[in-house]
């Protein structure tokens, strides 16, 4: 199917707002695991047994190609940046950017999501920690904070959580450094018992709008793509 691209941007050198919409078909979100944000433990237990044996299933040179299209070329970032992977389950994604030149640290509360990737990538380092506290690692000393299909953000972007968890990952950022969710959702606005919710385009501005900063929320054939700077819109 062709992509849909649709692209929000607030502040920046030029100010104002600017709204671009190219429309195809749009692509079907499978979704792998219920709600578990309103119950911490329950999350613990499902998460901890989903990484077990590895988690999610990814192909290598699948996700080196979209995130090279969809969020190196987006956001400019550079080989040789420093960058903090929050929520990010077994490790994958945290060992992807560390073999794309960048030095990427991950971060996850998951027992079995850390273990595993100590294990599968011994060479990348890896904390566990709940991200909604204060993590191990030095305040504004990243250029890039990335949170992909992080929970905290699967549900409703303007409580105090989903507020509180982005200010707080904010402090972790160099002057200028960049907040990146990857984040699925088909735009719809449906919020079903049990399920994910799939945020639409305004939920994701509003989110972001709120902090005063400079942002950009994009979407593309299924995912959400945001960004937050630490610098005034």
């Not at 944000?37 to 299933?57: I, L, M, P, S």
């Not at 077994?90 to 509360?109: E, K």
């Not at 969710?181 to 049990?194: A, F, K």
Request: charge should be positive; glycine fraction near 12%.
């Amino acid at each position: 199917l062709a992509a849909r691209i649709v692209r929000y941007t607030h502040g920046g050198a030029g100010g104002g707002n600017r709204m671009t919409a190219t429309v195809a078909q749009p692509s079907d979100v499978v979704v792998g695991i219920r709600s578990v944000q309103a119950d911490a433990e329950r999350g613990d237990k499902v998460y901890n047994e989903f990484y077990r044996t590895g988690g999610w299933k990814y192909s290598f040179w699948t996700e080196y190609r979209w995130h090279r299209r969809h969020v190196l070329k987006r956001f400019r970032l550079r080989r040789g940046m420093t960058m903090l992977e929050v929520a990010c389950g077994n490790g994958f994604h945290t060992n992807l950017f560390n073999r794309m030149g960048f030095h990427c640290i991950g971060v996850d509360r998951s027992r079995m999501g850390i273990a595993w990737a100590r294990e599968h990538y011994p060479r990348n380092l890896y904390y566990r920690f709940d991200i909604g506290g204060e993590l191990p690692v030095d305040r504004g000393g990243f250029d890039v904070v990335l949170a992909r299909g992080c929970s905290h953000y699967h549900y409703d972007l303007m409580t105090d959580q989903a507020r509180t968890t982005t200010l707080n990952l904010m402090r972790y950022l160099k002057p200028a450094g960049v907040f990146i969710m990857v984040i699925v959702t088909d735009l719809s606005g449906r919020r079903d018992p049990g399920q994910i919710w799939h945020n639409t385009l305004a939920d994701y501005e509003r989110h972001f709008a709120s902090f005063g900063l400079r942002s950009s929320v994009d979407w593309t054939t299924g995912t959400a793509i945001c960004g937050l700077w630490n610098e005034r819109a």
